[in-house]
């Protein structure tokens, strides 16, 4: 389609000193002037549209030495009831109409899909997502599907210990986009939304994140109960964000900010702070077919593309230009932005309404000397979201300039320390060997020459290498996070791999002394559900092998004859016109005779 709206897009203009923690005698302020201006364009957009059925499923999961915890189905439909009053409340605050999470019910009942482990419960971990996934799609004979559904898992994986700690083994996370989700939450059998004001009766835990935490149980709540409604914010798309500084004040936090999902409804039991959604997050939600009940071109993407990111100053300070070409004009615009040495649980978000004549004036504030991260998301009225990530650096007179790469990096010695410290568990000991020919990598091996009767690619020498995001990698992905270091795929650590975010290539010379080729392909665990890749291998040119599009959670097995193959080259590419989250690995690259 031919592009309608080439335009100048995004103006980023700042008005006071950035990242300072908000004055506490600053109140919270309700802008709603951009909101409904984007209500009444959605309803627009929408008007005529057939009702759609987009709901939540919700999985209730639990090991097989168990059976589900204590008043579990009483206790959640309470729970869920609370968080889609929370999500009803928010949109209500700034003005829009809304009904909360349309979960899946039956006369009114919640549906729970319950499903019993292969595994004891102590058998799964915080990173046993995969494994979980993969169990609840075989054992729920397709009515649960990863590739469509928004599902909320909710894992009565907890035990209790003779101290009476309540332990942990559930993962806890949440990714999805318009199309699809998922989420991982923890049941206890003191998660109730009614307990939010019980500040007599005291508990202990230990879980994922804390290794001992000890209060009252009304505290508990707010953290697991705010923790089903941020990491089913990440389910329908909304990235961490710490809100905008003028949202804030000392009684205040933001939901999907940095420990926003442990202050749900503090006020209930006097705590010192509440969760709310940002504008920026609201503006997003109200675009997800989830709330708009409408697939009106929902699985549809346009033809999007920035340019010409420019930085300048004015008199109010720091001010980005960028160009920008669609075939449809987003409703919104959000901006995230971060000094590189905080994590992005502390994105302060900056958000606009845009129409075809707007110059999108976004105030940010003047930032400091340093480092910093800008994260763009332009939102369509189909729920759709383009999202893009620059680095830059502001020099002590207040000029910016873009930097090539993201600056927070791994720290490799460091994290080998650490994990010299932990305890050998096979799956640690798995990671220092891996550290330990990362440090002092061997010479790659030249498969031209190569005698031996097997040669890992991830080992080998290539001609040429490269990928669409960060750098090439032999035997790791990439040093953005600790968490996304190893090559793990399934639930599954390999130790070799080849990094392969697309669109990439690595090109090797065989010289036709090779037999076979084989390799397990999908993305890496923790992915984007958004993200997609489909892996080719070219043999001088020709296709050997194509894979379906793949996701996460998804892997191809492949084994072909590369029989008097010359240049063996390894491609992967995105699959619906772009290449976002499409974080590719080949695992187990391995060339026989």
């Known amino acids: 389609m031919k592009l309608k709206f080439p335009i100048i897009l995004l103006i980023l203009s700042a008005l006071s000193v950035g990242f300072q923690e908000p004055s506490t005698r600053l109140k919270q302020v309700i802008n709603k002037e951009k909101i409904l201006k984007a209500d009444k364009l959605l309803k627009k957009y929408h008007l005529g549209q057939k009702q759609a059925n987009n709901i939540v499923k919700v999985v209730y999961f639990h ?80 009515q649960i599907d990863f590739s469509k559904d928004h599902v909320l898992i909710i894992n009565g ?84 964000d710490f809100g905008n500084p003028l949202e804030l004040d000392s009684t205040s936090i933001s939901l999907m900010g940095q420990y926003g999902s442990r202050h749900f409804r503090e006020y209930l039991w006097n705590g010192k702070k509440s969760s709310f959604f940002s504008s920026a997050s609201i503006l997003q939600l109200m675009s997800q077919p989830i709330f708009t009940q409408s697939n009106k071109l929902r699985y549809a993407t346009s033809k999007f593309n920035i340019s010409n990111l420019k930085f300048s100053r004015n008199k109010s300070g720091l001010v980005i230009k960028t160009d920008m070409k669609t075939e449809e004009l987003p409703y919104g615009i959000v ?58 650096s502001v020099d002590i007179n207040g000029v910016a300039a873009e930097l090539e790469s993201n600056s927070r990096v791994v720290n490799i010695p460091y994290f080998y320390e650490k994990l010299l410290k932990m305890e050998k568990t096979p799956i640690i000991q798995q990671k220092i060997e891996i550290f330990q020919h990362i440090l002092n990598p061997p010479k790659p091996v030249d498969p031209k020459t190569c005698d031996d009767a097997k040669l890992f690619l991830s080992d080998a020498e290539w001609e040429k290498a490269s990928v669409g995001w960060e750098k090439v990698a032999r035997n790791y992905y990439t040093c953005e996070s600790e968490q996304t270091f190893f090559l793990e795929n399934q639930g599954k ?44 291998v070219l043999g001088d040119g020709k296709i050997l092998y194509e894979s ?7 892997q191809s097995i492949l084994s072909i004859d590369v029989k008097n193959v010359m240049i063996l080259e390894l491609k992967t590419t995105g699959t619906e016109g772009h290449n976002f989250n499409s974080w590719a690995v080949w695992l187990n690259p391995l060339l026989e005779r």
């Open 548 to 554: 379906p599009a793949l996701r996460v959670n998804q």
């Open 63 to 142: 090991g097989n030495n168990q059976d589900p915890l204590p008043n579990w189905r009483e206790r959640l439909t309470r729970t869920l009831d609370d968080v889609s009053k929370f999500y009803q409340e928010e949109f209500n605050k700034y003005g829009i109409k809304n009904e909360g999470i349309p979960f899946e019910k039956i006369e009114g009942k919640y549906v729970f899909h319950v499903i019993k482990g292969s595994f004891q419960s102590k058998d799964y971990t915080k990173d046993s997502g995969s494994k979980i996934q993969n169990e609840i799609y075989n054992k729920t004979n397709k």
């Open 157 to 240: 994986l907890c035990d209790k210990k003779t101290d009476g700690t309540y332990l942990f083994h559930s993962p806890y996370y949440g990714t999805g986009s318009s199309i699809r989700g998922v989420c991982f939450v923890a049941d206890c059998e003191l998660l109730d939304s009614r307990l939010l004001t019980d500040t007599i009766q005291k508990m202990a835990f230990s879980e994922m994140a804390v290794d001992y935490k000890k209060c009252s149980v009304a505290e508990f709540n707010s953290w697991y109960i705010g923790g089903i409604a941020h990491e089913m914010g990440h389910m329908f798309g909304l990235p961490h």
């Open 493 to 536: 650590l390999y130790n070799k791999g080849l990094f392969a975010h697309s669109p990439s290539s690595y090109v090797f010379n065989l010289n036709k002394r090779w037999q076979k080729f084989s390799a397990i392909v999908g993305l890496r665990d923790f992915a984007d559900i958004q993200g997609s890749a489909r892996f080719i």
């Open 335 to 392: 901006a995230l932005v971060r000094p590189t040495f905080l994590s992005e649980y502390f994105n302060r978000s900056f958000s606009k309404f845009i129409t075809t004549n707007d110059s999108l004036n976004l105030e940010i504030g003047l930032l400091a000397n340093g480092n910093y991260v800008l994260r763009l998301l332009y939102l369509f009225p189909n729920g759709a979201v383009a999202d893009f990530n620059k680095a830059f």
